[in-house]
């Protein structure tokens, strides 16, 4: 589908030049519009909309002014890039190759497009709650009328019996039946139900809680796989109890931790998605221990059944693991999204782990998943950031790889290129040689 470009700028020959080439050489893949009058573009925008407005400031209209008319995503147009201005907005060069320059607004578009999909669904979100709570304002108004009613009616019924000498047999008047409460739980019941989950097997887990530490990374191809199986062998090296999960869709750890024990991860997504309990035997009875000392799930072998995993499932599996009692550490493997979703994924780690290259396709990606994560972080209310760690990984001293000035989270090391070996060998490496390791507990 075409991307609706809306370009304003007051030098009326570079737009014609611009528009020109673009519509020659790329007519299924861009609709442009062009416009030197302020009121003009933004009377377009209302009547036809915009994928993507590029304004030069000089035309005098302002980005909050595009977006009530209706635009998804607004940069400016200026001489050259620049750092994003105070407003947030990206700053694009006129003066590009126009195929560089179309990529550039297709990613704006994008970018667009999936906040537009967020603020929808929070919209959707925001409108179900007021409805919710107008029902209950509604549900609690009816219930104070129904007990004003049967008040009166105790009222006069004790009248009525008092008039008529009615006495009890201890000479007192009858009192009104003790009224039963509800939803105090008991000693038995568990207090927190994010804390205890408790299984049809009758057992409530309610051990010390494991500390959840998620890899990820805003780039593919970093090694997040191998980061996190090494940060768990060395964990469960030095005494600690750990598991690794992996929840990749097409997960790549079969070989990195070995045991005889036939547990898989297919048994529990099954339990899962099927909307059964996840009692302590599917949990339990389907882990594995490896020869390193790490528990872990044998990969599931069935990636439809990976792709029905939601984030509700995932959350449940997480607190069920971070209860159990069993564990001081889980190390879980995570391809992340940027999405409210995986946000609230992110949201249940105590620490999470990024992993960057330090190349400039990786560095560049970073930048824009980072800054849609503050975004969604705004827009939900979930922080995650504060607990981000950026780990970099196969980061080479020559310029092949840079660290990014202002990466927004701390950086806890690098971890160099190892040439000429296996995944199995490198994560060995790892587990034994790299200091950044140690950091992590």
Known sequence: MAVRLVMGDVDE??????????????????????FT???????????????????????????????????????????????????GERIVGKYKRPDVFLGIVKEIADEGAARARVNARLEA?????????????????????????????????????????????????????????FGIPSEDDPLDDQKTIAFTSGTDFKGPAAKIIEVTSFSGGTGATTISAALAKNLAARGLKVMYLNLETACSCGSLFQSDDPGSFSNVLKAAVSNEELTAEILMDNLC???????????????????????????????GLRYAGMFSHIIVDFNFIASEQDLRILGSADRILILNDGSVTANAKYLKSFRLVQYLEKLTGISVTDRMELIYNRFSSSKSSTTIPDPGISVIGRIPPIKHATTEEIVEYIKTNMNVLKRIS
Request: aromatic share 6%.
């Open 125 to 181: 979100d925001r409108a179900r709650q007021a409805a919710e709570e107008e029902a209950r304002r509604a549900a609690e108004e009816e219930a104070a009328r129904a007990a004003a009613k049967r008040d009166r009616r105790e009222e006069e019924e004790t009248a009525k019996q008092f008039q008529a000498g009615a006495e009890t047999s201890a000479g007192g008047w009858d009192a009104p039946s003790p009224i039963p409460v």
């Open 289 to 319: 221990l490896s020869s390193d000392g790490v528990w872990f799930y044998r990969p599931c072998d069935d990636p439809e059944l990976m792709l029905t995993l939601s984030s509700d499932h995932i959350l449940e599996l997480l607190g």
């Open 37 to 87: 009058n302020a009121d003009s573009l933004e009377d377009f925008v209302k009547r036809e909309g915009a994928d993507v407005v590029l304004i030069n400031p000089r035309l005098g209209i302002g980005v909050k002014r595009l977006y009530r008319a209706g635009a998804v995503a607004v940069a400016y147009l200026d001489e050259k890039d620049g750092a994003p201005d105070v407003t």
């Open 13 to 34: 020959r570079y737009l014609a030049q611009m528009q020109g080439f673009l519509e020659k050489n790329y007519p299924s893949e861009a609709e442009i519009h062009s």
